[in-house]
C-alpha cells in the first residue's frame, strides 16, 4: 500500500470543510545485507526489490546486477524487512559498511563513517549525453502524468528514464528522493537497461543524485530544481551532463562538458 486516505478539515476564511486526503504511505524499510542490519531506510513501501538492489549498487556493496544474488523483502510488524544477499566476492564490504544508527528520507551517505568515505571511486567518466534540450522539454511534459502517487498525495518524489527522444521509459516514486532514484537503478539493473538518454528527478540536485547518476552510467541528468555546490563539483570532475531549474519553458545547464548546450538554435536540439 503507498496511500491511505484520512479525514481532514478543508479550512477557508468563513467555514471548514470535512473532505477525505490520500496520504503517501512512510514506513521504515530494514536493509540486511547477508545477515548483517546495514540501514533503516524511511520509505515508501513499493518496488522495494528494485530499491534494494539499487541502493546496492549506489552503496558500492556490489559492483554489477550479478554480484546481487537473491533480494527478500517482507513485511514484519514494526515496518519492512529486505534481505540481501551478495556474491562472495563482495561479501566483506559490508562489515566495512555496517553502521548502527537509522537513517530518515534525508539520508544519502549510509553506512559512511568519516569524511574521508564521502568522495567514493567512479567507476568510469559519464558518457556524452546524444538527448538535447528538445527531449528534456518533451519528457518535462510528460513527467506530471507520470507520478500518480505524488498527484493523489502531493508528497513524494520521482526518479524517471528517458530516452534520447525524452520519452518517459519508466519512473519511481518515493518519499525520499534517494530512494526513487535507487528504485529507478535497481529496475534498469535487473532489465539490464542502460540509460541511453537522460535521468530525471523532482528534487534539488545534490552530491548524493550526481553520485547515484554516475553508477548508473546516465549521460544526463536533469533536475527540476536548483544544485548544490558539492553536486556541479562532482558532475564537473567526471564529465556528467547537469541541468538543473528544468521548467517547462527553461532550464540551466550547469554543468556541460560537452558543450552540447552551447551551440544556440542549431544544437542541443
Not at 133 to 139: D, M, V
Not at 168 to 181: K, Q, S
Amino acid at each position: 500500500m503507498t496511500r491511505r486516505d484520512e479525514p481532514v478539515r478543508i479550512i477557508h476564511h468563513d467555514r471548514a470543510d470535512k473532505a477525505i486526503r490520500a496520504v503517501a504511505v512512510e514506513a521504515p524499510v530494514a536493509i540486511e545485507v547477508d545477515g548483517v542490519g546495514y540501514a533503516v531506510m524511511m520509505a515508501t513501501p513499493s518496488d522495494l526489490e528494485a530499491f534494494a538492489t539499487g541502493f546496492a549498487l549506489t552503496e558500492r556493496l556490489a559492483d554489477t546486477i550479478d554480484d546481487v544474488v537473491d533480494v527478500d523483502p517482507f513485511e514484519a510488524e514494526a515496518g519492512w524487512i529486505v534481505r540481501v544477499t551478495l556474491h562472495d566476492r563482495c561479501k566483506g564490504r559490508i562489515h566495512d559498511r555496517v553502521r548502527h544508527r537509522t537513517s530518515d528520507t534525508a539520508c544519502g551517505l549510509c553506512g559512511i563513517a568519516g569524511l574521508e568515505q564521502v568522495q567514493r571511486p567512479v567507476a568510469a567518466p559519464a558518457p556524452p549525453p546524444v538527448a538535447g534540450k528538445g527531449a528534456i522539454f518533451a519528457a518535462l511534459d510528460h513527467l506530471r502524468a507520470r507520478q500518480p502517487l505524488n498527484a493523489a498525495t502531493g508528497a513524494v518524489h520521482g526518479a524517471a528514464a528517458c530516452d534520447p527522444t525524452g520519452t518517459i521509459v519508466a519512473t519511481f516514486e518515493d518519499v525520499g528522493r534517494h530512494n526513487a532514484l535507487d528504485k529507478l537503478i535497481g529496475w534498469l539493473a535487473i532489465d539490464r537497461r542502460a540509460v541511453d538518454g537522460f535521468v530525471l528527478v523532482t528534487s534539488r540536485l545534490s552530491f548524493e543524485m550526481v553520485d547515484k547518476a554516475l553508477v548508473a552510467r546516465a549521460p544526463m541528468l536533469v533536475g527540476i530544481s536548483a544544485p548544490t555546490t558539492m553536486a556541479i563539483d562532482h558532475a564537473r570532475a567526471h564529465g556528467l551532463t547537469l541541468i538543473a531549474l528544468a521548467r517547462p519553458d527553461a532550464a540551466l545547464a550547469v554543468v556541460d562538458p560537452y558543450a552540447i548546450f552551447a551551440r544556440g538554435s542549431e544544437g542541443g536540439t
